[in-house]
């Protein structure tokens, strides 16, 4: 049983990075790539304050309504996952059990890989959004020497067992 319980509080640590992940990226694209579209040169943009990720995904989202329309399909996975993580972190040994049995450890692997897999495909998605609008700065790479791409580790993002 004790691998089966590794297996799982590792299961757990790569759902809440996945999550931690998305939250970053969805904060970042909330607050760049869609509040500030109609920017057209880097002096368009207002810089983002340093606890810009604070705000919850919930708030985000609502944030993200306002500047355009989203599809019902979109909004529900991002409010599913938003449930599954609060259950995950903060529910869990309350609406299912604290696991002791091989059987309860095996059902937390589930639901966390599922978890950590849905929480790096929406991050994937996302940053390749955030990719596409940076490239439309080209002072990025002539002031700053930064060519917007996605990064190698980002491409090959995958969270889940054997990763």
Do not use: Y
């Not at 691998?3 to 640590?13: F, L, N, Q, R, W």
């Not at 450890?105 to 929406?122: C, G, I, P, S, V």
Request: glycine share 4%; with cysteine.
């Amino acid at each position: 049983m004790e691998s089966t319980e590794s297996e799982s509080h590792a299961a757990v640590g790569r759902a809440v990075i996945a999550c931690q992940v998305l939250e970053t990226v969805f904060a970042l694209c909330v607050r760049l790539q869609f509040e500030q579209s109609s920017a057209k040169a880097l002096n368009d943009i207002t810089p983002l304050e340093k606890n810009f990720s604070k705000p919850p995904m919930k708030v985000l989202l609502t944030r993200l309504k306002k500047c355009m329309d989203i599809s019902a399909d979109f909004e529900s996975r991002v409010s599913d996952l938003i449930e599954r993580r609060h259950k995950l972190i903060h529910r869990w040994g309350i609406e299912e059990v604290f696991p002791e049995s091989e059987e309860q450890f095996r059902k937390l692997t589930a639901f966390a890989t599922a978890l950590a897999d849905e929480a790096a495909a929406m991050a994937m998605f996302l940053l390749s959004g955030l990719v596409e609008w940076a490239n439309r700065f080209p002072e990025l790479a002539q002031e700053h020497g930064w060519n917007p791409s996605l990064p190698e580790h980002f491409r090959s993002l995958r969270v889940g067992e054997g990763s």
